[in-house]
Nanobody, 121 residues
Framework: QVQLVESGGGLVQAGGSLRLSCAASGRIYKIHFMGWYRQTPGNQRESVAR???????NYADSAKGRFTISRDFAKNTVYLQMDSLKPEDTAVYYC???????????????WGEGTLVTVSL
C-alpha cells in the first residue's frame, strides 16, 4: 500500500556531510510522522530524528546541532542532512513513516529497507 524509497547513503570521511532522502508513495491518505532511525550490528534500532505533519522536529541528543530533518509535503519526501559526521554515526539508516492509508482509519507504521552510512577516519 505504501512504499518507501531511500537514497543518499554512502562512504564519507569524518567531518563530511551526507544527505539522505526517503520518498513515500502509494495510497496514502495522510502522513502523520516521517523520520529516521539507525542501527548498528548487535544494537537496537534507535531514533535519530522525526518530523510531524505540522513541521515540528525532534532529534536524538547525538544528532542535535549536526543533523537537520526536513520534509517536502508535496512530494511526501523526508530528508536528513547530516553534517560534521563522526565514525560513530556509521550505521544502517532506516526511513520511518506513520501514515493512514486510504482503506484504513488508523495510522500504520512503515519502514524503508535501509541505507548504509559509513564514516571513515
Amino acid at each position: 500500500q505504501v512504499q518507501l524509497v531511500e537514497s543518499g547513503g554512502g562512504l564519507v570521511q569524518a567531518g563530511g556531510s551526507l544527505r539522505l532522502s526517503c520518498a513515500a508513495s502509494g495510497r496514502i491518505y495522510k502522513i502523520h510522522f516521517m523520520g529516521w532511525y539507525r542501527q548498528t550490528p548487535g544494537n537496537q534500532r534507535e531514533s535519530v530524528a522525526r518530523i510531524t505533519s505540522s513541521g515540528s522536529t525532534n532529534y536524538a541528543d547525538s544528532a542535535k546541532g549536526r543533523f537537520t530533518i526536513s520534509r517536502d509535503f508535496a512530494k511526501n519526501t523526508v530528508y536528513l542532512q547530516m553534517d560534521s559526521l563522526k565514525p560513530e554515526d556509521t550505521a544502517v539508516y532506516y526511513c520511518n513513516v506513520v501514515a493512514t492509508p486510504f482503506n484504513a482509519d488508523y495510522g500504520v507504521e512503515y519502514w524503508g529497507e535501509g541505507t548504509l552510512v559509513t564514516v571513515s577516519l
